[in-house]
């Protein structure tokens, strides 16, 4: 988390990539990735549109402290909502709990590396950041997150990090 914080804050520029960013699309809310688990669902939901608002913030050519803040918050936030679902899924026995902490320490790791190439290379950050989350979202929400979800809606009541 230190490395992703020195490199979300440190002081090389984001570029402001009003083209890059103009032919994304984002990706709305998907059904199927609705676990049945509120606070997860809740917070899925939370990352998307934080997401969104750096794809606005990027596309609208806003001001670079303005984006390394909204790229600090989103990275803030992934970090929390992983430790909270890694302690639900400890608390809770989940017999599958090294693969999906494995998928989170992935999601770091990536993270970290294109955060660090954003600063020797600005103008890839936009594109890359939003293009890989995008991607890992979709593909960790309906794949890890879904297996959880049923473990957890196995148990009466589901515990509390």
Same mark, same amino acid.
């Given at each position: ?7 979300? #804050? ?10 890059? &960013?103009?032919?994304?699309? %984002? ?18 939901? @939370?990352?998307? @549109? ?11 050519? /806003?001001?670079?402290?303005? $984006?390394?803040?909204?790229?600090? &918050? ?7 909502? %992983?430790?909270? #679902? ?14 999906? /902490? ?11 590396? $294109? ?16 293009? %890989?989350? $995008?991607?890992? %979202?979709? #593909? *960790?929400?309906?794949? #890890?997150?879904?297996? &959880?979800?049923? *473990? ?10």
């Amino acid at each position: 988390m230190d490395r992703i914080r020195r490199a979300v #804050e440190g002081p090389s520029p984001v570029p402001q990539a009003r083209g890059a &960013m103009a032919k994304l699309s %984002f990706i709305p809310w998907n059904p199927d990735w609705e676990t049945g688990v509120p606070k997860i669902d809740r917070e899925h939901r @939370a990352m998307l @549109a934080m997401l969104e608002g750096l794809v606005k913030a990027l596309a609208e050519g /806003r001001e670079t402290r303005e $984006i390394r803040s909204a790229v600090s &918050m989103l990275t803030h936030y992934i970090q929390d909502h %992983f430790l909270a #679902e890694e302690a639900l899924m400890a608390a809770s026995g989940y017999p599958d709990l090294g693969r999906h /902490r494995g998928a989170h320490d992935g999601l770091r790791d990536r993270l970290a590396r $294109i955060v660090l190439h954003g600063r020797s290379e600005p103008r890839a950050l936009p594109t890359e950041l939003v293009g %890989f989350l $995008i991607g890992w %979202f979709q #593909e *960790h929400f309906s794949g #890890e997150d879904r297996r &959880m979800a049923d *473990h957890l809606r196995t148990l009466a009541p589901p515990p509390s990090p």
